[in-house]
């Protein structure tokens, strides 16, 4: 850790939605060398505040409140106001966090999961916003005799214990389900064909059953401490999202929904009603260019067709491109992604433009230098949690070059140039495409520098499959 390193700074959301009388836990994102003494003005007298940063308690009025973040260590002192918004809206940033599914698939036990969110505080990954610790498929057993509700397998021995020690490290954690009667790895799902909760037959159970679960499972996930539900299944529809939305809320607990996979376009209107996030694609895998495969997306066959889905993207309700894939990922046998260093960067800034929710799908034992710096840059994942909460957008869409420009609350953009061809290639952005017509300051993102004040046009090489990620500031 160098000098500069130790300096205090907090890279929380500046925003955070809670519904009134739900529990309320916001973890204050900081980091600099530890300890850290964390402390907020102007907080509220039905909340209070940790030794580790993580503000709780219960908000009964609706309403929007204004607070003042501080952190000091030995080498300064940090702030950061922090906008509470009590309401219907959660998650009014994009989720950030990790799922075990692209890294073990079915293979999942407690102890990964416990491991994994070790991982996320020792790493430091927490201390840039990194939250979520989600259990995909795999965890299910059968249903409570007496609740009807759906217990964990003998993999899972001790939900409500994953929970609270989760909790205990300042996290959050979530957990799968389907409305199916059995799961995609042919698990039990929240259907059946009795009331008991029996599945009958012997075929894939990719159905819904005629006797549904959802508030029995949610109240069971609520009593547990689940934050974040998974909920997948194809095609998606409106009515089975409305009832787990339903039997969420009626939970009593604050449980961000996220929907998989493909979202029927002409539905997702609807849908967003009661979603946080819904999946914009079929499932990703770590490959830059698409196979003949039509099952399989690809990092660039994701990221260039999002333009249609940007009308439904705003605080609190997020178009999913699914997990990153950069790290050690294998579906049950992690070994390094087939994704370049530049894709990667390609990848990571695509996600932060779209405005996706940003979720790990790696082998957390393993994380690398040059993949913590690309999770760490806090100038990167602040354009993904920008207040503003809009979605990127295309103004040029060629075969070998295409630019990405997405608004932020500050009055600057944030604009990403990528070169699509197999060779390095200069590539020019004309500062009237972003409608910004006077001098300009231009910063490169990746690299944290200032690369000075321009007009007209900026112009750069980048690399194969590469970006340039740029904040750019109009100078008044």
Request: proline share 4%; charged share 25%; glycine share 8%.
């Amino acid at each position: 850790m160098n000098d500069q390193e130790k300096i205090p700074k907090i890279n929380s959301p500046r925003v955070f939605g809670v519904r009134p009388n739900s529990e309320f836990a916001f973890g204050i994102a900081a980091s600099g060398k530890k300890p850290i003494k964390y402390s907020v003005k102007n907080l509220l007298h039905e909340l209070s505040i940790n030794e580790n940063g993580l503000i709780t308690g219960k908000i009964i009025k609706t309403g929007v409140y204004d607070l003042l973040i501080e952190v000091e260590n030995e080498f300064g002192k940090a702030n950061q106001n922090l906008k509470i918004v009590v309401g219907e809206d959660i998650s009014l940033t994009p989720p950030m966090g990790w799922n075990h599914w692209n890294c073990w698939g079915p293979k999942i036990d407690e102890n990964k999961v416990r491991e994994a969110a070790d991982y996320i505080v020792s790493s430091g990954l927490k201390d840039h916003g990194w939250t979520y610790v989600n259990i995909d498929d795999g965890w299910q057993g059968e249903r409570d005799p007496k609740t009807k509700a759906l217990q964990s397998n003998d993999k899972f021995k001790n939900m409500k214990g994953l929970c609270d020690y989760v909790h205990s490290l300042g996290l959050k954690i979530g957990i799968y389900s389907t409305p199916w009667r059995k799961s995609y790895a042919g698990f039990m799902g929240g259907s059946a064909d009795t009331k008991d909760g029996q599945i009958l037959g012997d075929d894939d159970g990719h159905t819904i059953g005629k006797y549904h679960f959802e508030e029995q499972d949610a109240m069971q996930w609520a009593e547990w401490g689940i934050d974040y539900l998974k909920y997948d299944w194809n095609p998606i529809d409106v009515e089975s999202t409305k009832r787990i939305y339903e039997a969420l809320r009626k939970s009593g607990r604050d449980i961000v929904l996220s929907l998989s996979n493909t979202t029927p376009y002409d539905l997702t209107e609807e849908i967003s009603k009661y979603a946080q996030c819904w999946r914009t694609t079929g499932d990703i895998i770590d490959l830059w260019e698409s196979t003949d495969q039509w099952w399989q997306w690809s990092v660039k066959r994701i990221a260039f067709l999002q333009d249609k889905w940007i009308k439904y993207a705003r605080p609190g309700h997020w178009n999913d491109m699914d997990m990153l894939v950069v790290g050690y990922v294998g579906w049950g046998n992690p070994k390094p992604t087939r994704l370049t260093k530049d894709e990667q960067r390609s990848h990571v800034s695509l996600w932060a433009l779209m405005s996706s929710p940003l979720l790990l799908g790696c082998d957390m034992s393993r994380l690398d230098e040059f993949t913590l710096s690309l999770l760490t840059n806090d100038e990167v994942i602040s354009i993904n949690q920008d207040l503003l909460g809009q979605q990127g957008f295309l103004i040029r869409n060629d075969c070998e070059e295409k630019i990405i420009v997405k608004v932020l609350k500050d009055g600057s953009k944030a604009v990403g140039m990528f070169n699509l061809s197999n060779e390095p290639r200069k590539i020019e952005l004309l500062l009237n495409e972003i409608n910004f017509r006077a001098k300009v300051k231009i910063r490169d993102v990746w690299e944290q520098s200032d690369l000075g004040i321009f007009e007209k046009s900026y112009k750069t090489e980048i690399q194969v499959h590469g970006v340039k990620l740029l904040k750019i500031t109009p100078i008044v």
